[in-house]
């Protein structure tokens, strides 16, 4: 018995069974794979995860820009009852100062370049070779210094029964001319007008401008504000 060794005896059809690859090979072939899965879908998850919260800060920011458009078209209500002014209709130079004063864009310390600031707006809204301008176009033009483009109608309800008497800072801004003769190489003209007549900013990149522009009228608005 010391002397005999077993020998298997193997058929053909065994030998001509292929042979897997070496085990450590496929064990480490399949934790690739696995992990592999597990970063698709950690990378699936953290991009879902940024689109919500992308959808989230998008809803926000439409939340906030409906909010502060309805306190701006009331707050030029507001202004236009104290002045008299009847939102149908198109106002002049003047006028355009008294409403944006009373709205706390103006200060009555106006300086050279906010003065040169309210002729350029007045310059871009103005109606085609008239001095004077659509009311709803201002407001248009307010919400660019605010970077919100407009892209919804408003209707203006003013109810010109109530006014208010007008303050000695209102009186010194009545005097302000328009001098878009001495800012004439300066003036930069914004946006155009629709079919109907309606300012519109040509694009986002110029309401960007705009409210950088004109960053200092907000500015004012913050010191103005009770």
Do not use: W
């Not at 992990?35 to 998008?58: D, M, V």
């Not at 409210?211 to 010191?223: M, S």
């Amino acid at each position: 018995m010391e002397n005999q060794t077993f020998k298997p005896m193997i058929n053909d059809a065994s030998k001509r069974i292929v042979r897997s690859p070496d085990v450590c090979d496929s064990l480490y072939k399949e934790a690739k794979d696995r992990l592999s899965r597990q970063k698709c879908r950690l990378n699936t998850e953290i991009s879902n995860t940024r689109k919500r919260a992308n959808s989230r800060h998008s809803s926000n920011e439409r939340l906030n820009s409906k909010f502060l458009v309805s306190k701006i078209m009331r707050n030029m209500n507001n202004a236009c009852q104290s002045i008299g002014v009847l939102s149908n209709r198109s106002v002049n130079y003047q006028e355009m100062v008294k409403i944006m004063f009373t709205m706390g864009y103006i200060l009555s310390n106006i300086t050279e370049y906010e003065k040169f600031l309210i002729d350029n707006i007045f310059e871009s809204i103005r109606d085609k070779n008239e001095e004077s301008l659509r009311l709803k176009n201002l407001f248009y033009f307010i919400l660019g210094v605010h970077e919100i483009s407009a892209r919804e109608k408003f209707q203006f309800n003013v109810d010109n029964e109530q006014t208010s008497e007008e303050t000695d800072g209102e009186d010194s801004l009545i005097n302000i001319q328009y001098s878009a003769d001495k800012l004439e190489n300066k003036m930069h003209p914004y946006g155009h007008f629709s079919d109907k007549g309606n300012f519109k900013f040509h694009s986002a990149n110029e309401v960007h401008e705009v409210a950088k522009l004109f960053k200092v009228l907000i500015d004012n608005q913050k010191i103005s504000a009770p």
